[in-house]
């Protein structure tokens, strides 16, 4: 069996290494390849253009604006995503009041961590739909609807949430109003994260500073947050990879896939319109593989920053 270990782990890794080669490393080195050339995607006819789709991405006005909505979604889904996940799972698991038993989660952290946890259940297509009712515009929707009956809103002039580009803190406001639904369905999954990784910080650290005089406030900050930095930093890369994404909302929620007047497109929804709309598939490709290299470089420059040694307890 030592003789023949080698064998017998390729024999294993053989045809799942095979499998990711062609369904995962051949499209991305075929995208790759497509990106150098002027293909339309519905022919055989593709001239090479070298770097010429590239250089053109550095040129387009309309690359340039979805760059920076793609910077607000990366800068804003991971800080408030986080920070209501770190507030919501302190709470729950050593929010409450401190007993014979210890340091505890306020009460009913139990159904509580249900409740919060389950829009991550949902397809996020689903989250987006039901979403796109609570914003409707048309006065229809449930958000207007109680604006009317308190009176906040008169009913001929119902708020458009989705198809508002005026700007709030020099950001178009559709994107806020994404920025909250991200959230709300993000929160849960990393609020059970956070409480897992609060789990295992010894319950005697808490009462000593607690003995000491410390309130919840200075606890959290000063031993909670450090002790999570690694959950924290790891989280903040995937919450960066979804930021770079939010296809999915901006295709369902708002007007012409990236309305009103371009005031919510972000990089996957110009690279769809290019391809399958224009029919510059090579310069989609380059879209792609631009955004796949600022993804990759992101997440290894954040874990670089982030990385220290691992602190014992």
């Given at each position: 069996m030592r003789h023949?270990?080698?064998?017998?782990?390729?024999?294993?890794?053989?045809?799942?290494?095979?499998?990711?080669?062609?369904?995962?490393v051949w499209p991305f080195a075929q995208a790759a390849g497509y990106s150098l050339t002027n293909w339309g995607g519905y022919s055989d006819r593709q001239d090479f253009v070298g770097l010429d789709n590239y250089v053109r991405l550095f040129s387009d006005e309309l690359i340039r604006k979805a760059f920076w909505h793609n910077v607000f979604f990366l800068v804003t889904v991971p800080l408030f995503t986080i920070a209501l996940a770190l507030f919501l799972a302190f709470l729950l698991n050593v929010g409450g009041r401190e007993d014979r038993a210890g340091v505890r989660g306020v009460f009913g952290s139990g159904f509580y961590r249900v409740v919060f946890f389950f829009p991550q259940v949902l397809s996020l297509v689903v989250i987006a739909v039901m979403w796109q009712q609570i914003y409707r515009g048309d006065?229809?929707?449930?958000?207007?609807?109680?604006?009317?009956?308190i009176g906040l809103v008169d009913e001929a002039d119902p708020?458009?949430?989705?198809?508002?580009?005026?700007?709030?803190?020099?950001?178009?406001?559709?994107?806020?109003?994404?920025?909250?639904?991200?959230?709300?369905s993000g929160a849960g999954f990393y609020m059970v994260l956070f409480s897992a990784a609060?789990?295992?910080?010894?319950?005697?650290?808490?009462?000593?500073?607690l003995l000491d005089g410390a309130g919840?406030?200075?606890?959290?900050?000063?031993?909670?947050?450090?002790l999570l930095r690694d959950t924290v930093s790891v989280a903040w890369v995937y919450l960066g990879f979804i930021a770079l994404d939010m296809y999915a909302l901006v295709f369902v929620m708002t007007p012409s896939q990236g309305g009103p007047d371009h005031a919510s497109e972000?990089?996957?929804?110009?690279?769809?319109?290019?391809?399958?709309?224009?029919?510059?598939?090579?310069?989609?490709?380059?879209m792609g593989v631009a955004l796949a290299l600022f993804t990759i470089l992101l997440a290894a420059l954040q874990l670089r920053i982030t990385r220290r040694e691992r602190i014992e307890y």
């Open positions: 023949g270990v080698g064998r017998f782990v390729t024999g294993f890794l053989f045809l799942p290494v095979a499998l990711y080669l062609l369904y995962v006065g229809q929707g449930l958000i207007n609807g109680l604006l009317m009956k708020i458009a949430f989705t198809a508002d580009p005026v700007p709030f803190l020099g950001v178009p406001a559709v994107l806020w109003w994404l920025l909250l639904i991200a959230v709300w609060m789990q295992s910080i010894p319950k005697d650290i808490y009462e000593a500073a919840r406030l200075h606890t959290f900050f000063r031993i909670t947050l450090p972000i990089f996957a929804s110009v690279l769809n319109f290019t391809a399958f709309q224009k029919g510059q598939f090579g310069y989609a490709c380059a």
